[in-house]
Each structure stands twice: as structure tokens, then as C-alpha cells.
């Protein structure tokens, strides 16, 4: 089966980093032959060349581009494709016109965020098309706000994403990040790592922040790793609170399997979720988790079991879920030895591979 994985997308995100896992877990599967198109100057098209993954770019000027679609035409004929698997909903939209021309190559849609699916007539006639073969949804919460516009429900079934536990679990804490930020050992660091998005919701991270601070009499630092378009509000936030000089705001990161030890907490604050991989990551390096119901979160994290969860945009909850886990060092070891095995049981590589090759098999045979 000859598969062409498809992204639209310029930057980096956690949907391409996902598509290339799949590549790399199902690499050496002699029977599937697997391609990538992303657009030219996009971070998948330099990590496709990097990494010696067959690639094809296009230029993607605007979200309905004549030379990507053109591109796609041409690489399902060239190649003999079997099987087009798109990683975007701006990929799925091109697809859908492209494979007029080529109605016999099966079309899958993987969806990463549980945002809401407009009910209306042009959503309900894009994921109601005839031409699209499956649904991939990364998580429970995911699927169910596609059913809604679904006419056959049965079309979306739901393949967790994986990590490397392997990678993650056997990192041990150095203290190196730590001594980057110039925070010592007898300092709290609670830690999120996310876009600087609206969807990652920092505001009420730095609200929880506050509160926190407010209540304890422990050395607390806060940090936030990533970039994003709002960093400048975000940090126009923390000196409105007044605890700027508690929030530290690291930046992009490459080894985050390095620094996800060097944390005491792990806070993800989101409004939207698919299933955060970072929360995941946390899991396997024994992280405790305090984190928000958002969207396929709560099927990882456990309330007490695996981690701490709370309401979305609910600083209070949040705050309080984390006091509890610095006051009790006994429920911190129950949750990361709980949360460590359910990523082995659940959310590994071995488990996603072998998921999707049953998914990519059983498309074969229809």
C-alpha cells in the first residue's frame, strides 16, 4: 500500500510532529510504502530532508493553493498512490478536490483538536463526503464533537497518539535546566510547555500562579517553555500581577525529555485539547500532572489517580489542586507510579504502531 501523508502547515506543530512519528513506527513495514507532502519553506519539509523521508513540497501561498492542489494530483498519479492520509483540515479541503480526479484512492482525515465543528451546511458537507474513507481522532473528547455533523458516526474511530516512554522514563533529573534559569535545588519549579496560544489558555496558568504564591511560604518558580504570538500579552500579565519576577518565560526548547526531570509540577492550563503529548511525556518521566478537563486531557489524568485535574479557566481549582500536591509527597508518588504505567499500557510507540497498522491493513482489504 503506497500512502502520501499530508500537511499544510507552514510552522511547527504537534499534529506534524505526530505524522512524522507514524512515519518512523511503520518505516519497515515492507508492505506500506509511505510519502509526505508539505509545503515549501514549512519546518516538515526541513525535518522530512534532515531525517531521509521521501518528500514532495509545493508552494501554499494561501489555504486554497492551485500548485499544492496541482502537486497533489500530480505525486496520486506519478506514484500510484493508494491512500492519502491528511493531517489538517485545510489538507482535508484540498484533498477532497483533488480526489475527484482519482475516486478510487481511499482518503483518511486525522483530527487533533477537540474545537467545535460548526454545524452548518458547507461543515457538514466537507465531513460528510463520500470520498473520505475514515476519521482518525486522537482522542474520545475529539470524536465526540465530530459526531454531531456526522451522518455515519461510525466513519470516526478513535487511535491514541504515542511517545517514546523509553526515552522519557530513563532521563534523570541533572539539574542542568535549573541552572540555566539560575533557580537551586531547594526551589519549587512548576513548568508548562506550550504554544503561546489562545487554545493553551497561559493567562490562567499565570492566574493560578498568583494564587499560589499568595498561599505558601515555599520558594516557588514558575516557567513556561515555548514561543508564540502572545508572549508579550502573557508577560503584560504577570507584571499586572505583580509576580513577574516569579514567572520565567524560556523560550522554544528542542530537549524537553532533558528538562521535563528538572520540574516538581507540571501545570497545563488548556481550554482545547486533542491529548496533550507533553502531559503524556510528563507521565513517563514521573512528573506529577495538575491539569484542566480540556478535551481529551481527562481520558490521560485521572482525578487523584493520575494526576490532578480541574475545570477549564479555573485558576482557583488549579491552585488548589497543586497546594495539595506540595503538602503530600505520598499522593505525588501514587499518581507518577499510576501515571507511568498507563502510558506504557496505553500511549507508547508499540501501542500506536500497532494500531495503525491494523488501521492501514483493514483499509487495504476493502
Known amino acids: 500500500m503506497k500512502i502520501l501523508h499530508i500537511s499544510t502547515i507552514i510552522e511547527w506543530r504537534g499534529g506534524d510532529k505526530q505524522m512524522l512519528t507514524t512515519y518512523e513506527i511503520l518505516k519497515d513495514f515492507p508492505d506500506l510504502e509511505q510519502y509526505v507532502l508539505a509545503p515549501e519553506g514549512s519546518v516538515l519539509a526541513a525535518k522530512c530532508k534532515e531525517g531521509g523521508i521521501p518528500y514532495f513540497t509545493a508552494s501554499r501561498r494561501s489555504k486554497f493553493s492551485f500548485p499544492f492542489l496541482n502537486k497533489i494530483i500530480e505525486i496520486i498519479k506519478k506514484e500510484g498512490i493508494d491512500l492519502v492520509h491528511v493531517h489538517d483540515s485545510n489538507a482535508l479541503s484540498l484533498s477532497l478536490v483533488a480526489l475527484r480526479f482519482s475516486p478510487k484512492v481511499k482518503l483518511v482525515y486525522s483530527r487533533k483538536r477537540n474545537n467545535r465543528v460548526k454545524n452548518n451546511y458547507f461543515k457538514r458537507a466537507k465531513y460528510n463526503n463520500p470520498l473520505i474513507t475514515r476519521m482518525i481522532c486522537v482522542s474520545q473528547a475529539v470524536k465526540e464533537v465530530l459526531i454531531p455533523v456526522l451522518k455515519d458516526p461510525e466513519k470516526a474511530e478513535v487511535i491514541y497518539d504515542g511517545i517514546d516512554v523509553e526515552q522519557f522514563s530513563q532521563v534523570q533529573r541533572t539539574g542542568a535546566f535549573r541552572k540555566d534559569l539560575k533557580i537551586g535545588p531547594d526551589t519549587v519549579l512548576i513548568g508548562n510547555i506550550a504554544g503561546l496560544t489562545k487554545q493553551k489558555d497561559l493567562f490562567t496558568f499565570i492566574d493560578a500562579a498568583e494564587l499560589i504564591l499568595k498561599d505558601t511560604s515555599q520558594k516557588i518558580k514558575f516557567v513556561i517553555i515555548g514561543e508564540g504570538p502572545l508572549k508579550s500579552e502573557l508577560q503584560d500579565h504577570a507584571i499586572a500581577k505583580g509576580i513577574s519576577e516569579h514567572i520565567i518565560f524560556a523560550g522554544f526548547r528542542k530537549d524537553i525529555h532533558n528538562i521535563l526531570p528538572d520540574l516538581d509540577i507540571f501545570l497545563i492550563s ?69 501515571a507511568q504505567q498507563l502510558v506504557l499500557d496505553k500511549f507508547s510507540l508499540d501501542v500506536m504502531q500497532r494500531n495503525y497498522y491494523d488501521f492501514y491493513k483493514k483499509l487495504k482489504g476493502k
Open 270 to 338: 488548556s481550554e482545547t485539547e486533542g491529548l496533550p503529548l507533553s502531559v503524556l511525556e510528563a507521565f513517563a518521566c514521573k512528573v506529577p500532572v495538575v491539569a484542566t478537563a480540556a478535551g481529551g486531557t481527562g481520558e490521560a489524568v485521572k482525578h487523584q489517580m493520575t494526576g490532578m485535574l480541574s475545570p477549564v479557566k479555573d485558576p482557583e481549582k488549579l491552585a488548589t489542586n497543586v497546594k495539595a500536591l506540595l503538602g503530600n509527597k505520598g499522593l505525588q508518588e501514587e499518581i507518577t507510579v499510576n
